[in-house]
């Protein structure tokens, strides 16, 4: 028998070596920057809707019983009670019930967060983290750009109608965002001429009637236009 | 039997045929290109279903959400991007596999585990109908208006007990829609809650403008103000019909991939994920390589494309017996639903049964069309995965003024719809989830109707859980609290937060 260098075929990773793997990846979550600002101003809504939780949810006109403590105990049972017990579906009933229920979930999760995040952050900044928000701040209000031009998009189909609307915007837009020249223009012209014939010619959804560029066309031309476009 | 007959004659109807057709080649186009998922694709189209027929709109959105994984697997597998969120676990396995040269090899892998997770679930719930359907026919008198509370409840719980890493977030955001749910006047009582004068809010928020904010807008915004991806040529060489024949050598691994996915499915709340991380764990474990595992194995790959495709026909299960929806695509669905004049809940057994068949059969061609598409048209699809992202974006934006003004012709709606959608761009660019949101107003709706509705029957607060269907559930919701609690006191000791 002969005894030789013992060949065993290793397993060669054809996964770059700063991709280490865990399942656990998938659910994984990081506060990042940000969310410290973000927490405050959920907190601050949520103590908004609070507040307003006891003139505009219906609390001013609640219905209940005399001594709250003793019917509830009476409820559950702990004590006797003399008397019928008022049935607890009326007070379910009642519209600032399920306000209240979200209230009571609201707040303390808001709170609960806003801590967490707090935790967060100084742990982030005690590690050398980095926890400035200024880049994603700056994210934040560049998206106001986008905001802004689906505003516009809404406004200008009452005016010019859904297809002069829709063509100028569907290429207005890649214009904007360095989508240039005669190839991306066309494909960006087709691209929105299909959407137009999708949705308003071939589905009828509903879009603005009084167009005021459509009532500058002669009848027939306008009633067109109104019918698929 | 006669209601399967009769179920399946609706379906051979030449205009939902067309409309099968039409939304899984949509969906499987609509998966493949990353930065669209089925959520914004169903929140765009839902609006303009309305005006089909009620079966048509729905076999439409059905085959986008039936497909949608099947193509969001060829990116995550050729350029190691998911087209949608769940196909992320395929990059791990998939994308490794297309490194070493098995791109054709890992696809047609990945398409027939897919296959076999799908059907495995759609026909588990088609024989269950067969077997159990004239039982279930009295599960309407089992079922009060208590119960679907307590129902809706168990999926509220389950929701945000699955958001593992983020259940504080999760609840939160839930109260958040939850909160969306309650603004508007009470019919009944002519109470207006949080409406502070504003005309527009007493008829309270359209379902559909928070998605279609929330899902489709939000989105726009993130690929907008992002940077074009600049992925690689992927090369495909091979062919891509060997991968059934593969696929039975890792049998096992798919039978309990597709077990777990549909399991999970059934559970309110939980979804592809954590069907996902189950399904894994346990083919690692039971692998004779496990090292290879996140480094092209097949059996990875297998495991986590199965898990994912059993979860839609699954997940339709609570929605349909309880009305309870246990995700974003199943709260839509019911919006599809409602419009057909079906009401999802335990008397859809009573009412509807030809309609249960229908949405499964219909589900069963939509797999079958999706893979011997993608058997024969790979290629072809492989090239819309490099459509640039932020050109993407210009056109949902564009998109989601149709879906949310369609409605009810109100730009009112528009203006709230691109403020949801700029809450939902910060919570996608601080990766805080979506999901919640619309769960919290769907299922929050839902609490608030029944509570109301079975009020007259509640006299002390135990009547809320004394029946045996809401007794069970309330059981089963205190052992998920009391199972997450002390999960979270183990894992407390850690050092980073």
């Avoid at chain 1, 959804?205 to 019918?227: E, H, Q």
């Avoid at chain 2, 109807?13 to 057709?21: F, K, W, Y």
């Avoid at chain 2, 929701?159 to 983020?166: D, F, G, K, N, S």
């Avoid at chain 2, 109707?449 to 004394?466: C, R």
Wanted: net charge positive; with cysteine.
């Amino acid at each position: 028998m002969t005894t030789g260098p013992l060949k065993v075929r290793r397993f060669k990773s054809e996964t770059p070596p700063d991709r280490k793997f865990k399942v656990d990846d998938l659910l994984a979550f990081r506060r990042g920057r940000g969310d410290l600002a973000f927490s405050i101003f959920i907190a601050l809504v949520a103590l908004f809707f609070f507040v307003s939780f006891f003139f505009a949810s219906g609390w001013d006109g609640r219905k209940l019983p005399d001594e709250m403590g003793t019917y509830l105990l009476r409820q559950f049972g702990i004590i006797e009670g003399e008397g019928r017990l008022e049935r607890l579906g009326r007070i379910l009933k009642q519209g600032w019930v399920a306000p209240a229920i979200c209230m009571a979930i609201l707040v303390p999760a808001a709170v609960l967060n806003l801590r967490k995040s707090r935790i967060t952050h100084n742990w982030r900044r005690r590690f050398k983290q980095p926890v400035e928000m200024s880049y994603e701040a700056s994210k934040w209000l560049s998206a106001l750009e986008f905001v802004g031009w689906f505003i516009a998009y809404t406004l200008a189909v009452p005016i010019f109608g859904y297809l002069v609307s829709t063509l100028v915007f569907g290429t207005a837009l890649p214009w904007r965002m360095g989508y240039r020249g005669w190839r991306w223009f066309s494909i960006c012209l087709a691209a929105s001429f299909a959407i137009v014939l999708l949705f308003r010619t071939g589905l009828q959804i509903k879009t603005p009637v009084n167009i005021w560029l459509y009532s500058l066309l002669p009848d027939g031309a306008r009633g067109f236009m109104l019918t698929w476009f | 039997m006669e209601a399967f007959w009769t179920g399946l004659d609706a379906i051979a109807q030449p205009s939902v045929l067309v409309a099968i057709l039409i939304g899984s080649i949509g969906g499987l186009a609509i998966g493949a290109v990353p930065g669209i998922g089925p959520a914004i694709a169903i929140a765009i189209l839902l609006p303009a279903t309305v005006f089909l027929d009620d079966l048509v709109s729905l076999v439409l959105l059905l085959g986008v959400y039936g497909s949608s994984m099947y193509g969001g697997a060829i990116p995550a597998i050729l350029i190691n991007t998911p087209g949608t969120p769940v196909n992320a676990l395929t990059t791990y396995d998939g994308h490794a596999m297309t490194r070493r040269g098995e791109a054709a090899r890992a696809l047609s892998l990945a398409y027939s585990a897919s296959f076999v997770g799908g059907c495995f679930s759609i026909c588990l719930a088609l024989i269950a109908l067969m077997i159990f359907g004239p039982y279930l026919r009295n599960l309407g008198a089992l079922f009060g208006q208590r119960d679907i509370f307590m129902a809706a409840a168990l999926g509220a719980v389950l929701l945000i007990v699955a958001h593992r890493r983020t259940m504080g977030i999760a609840t939160l955001l839930f109260a958040l829609g939850f909160l969306i749910a309650m603004v508007g006047r009470q019919s009944m009582r002519q109470i207006d809650r949080f409406t502070f004068g504003i005309d527009y809010l007493y008829a309270g928020f359209n379902l559909i403008v928070v998605i279609v904010g929330v899902f489709a807008i939000s989105q726009a915004l993130f690929l907008l103000t992002g940077k074009d991806d600049d992925p690689p040529e992927a090369r495909l060489k091979g062919t891509l019909f060997r991968g059934f024949a593969e696929l039975w050598r890792h049998k096992i691994v798919a039978g309990i991939s597709a077990c777990y996915g549909t399991i999970m499915g059934i559970i309110p709340g939980v979804g592809e994920f954590v069907a996902q991380f189950f399904s894994y764990s346990t083919a690692r474990a039971l692998s004779k390589e496990p090292a290879r595992f996140g480094h092209g194995s097949p059996e990875g790959l297998v495991a986590s494309e199965t898990a994912n495709n059993a979860v839609p026909a699954a997940a339709m299960i609570p929605l349909l017996a309880l009305g309870v929806p246990g995700e974003a695509l199943t709260a839509m669905m019911m919006v599809v639903f409602f419009d057909a004049g079906i009401k999802p809940g335990p008397d859809i057994f009573e009412n509807n049964p030809d309609f249960l068949f229908s949405l499964f059969i219909a589900l069963l061609i939509i797999n079958v069309i999706v893979v011997i598409a993608l058997l024969f048209s790979t290629r072809w699809i492989a090239k819309i995965i490099y459509i640039p992202n932020r050109l993407l974006g210009c056109f949902i934006l564009l998109l989601s003024f149709v879906g949310v003004f369609s409605i009810r012709n109100s730009f009112t709606d528009c203006m709230f719809a691109v403020g949801f959608g700029y809450l939902g761009y910060i919570l996608r660019r601080l990766d805080w989830p979506l999901v919640p949101i619309v769960l919290g107003l769907v299922l929050g709706s839902i609490m608030i109707e029944k509570l109301s509705a079975g009020s007259s029957q509640i006299k002390t607060v135990f009547d809320l859980v004394n029946r045996p269907v809401s007794g069970t559930l309330f059981a089963v919701i205190c052992l998920v609290l009391i199972a997450t609690l002390v999960s979270a006191l183990r894992r407390r000791n850690t050092l980073q937060p």
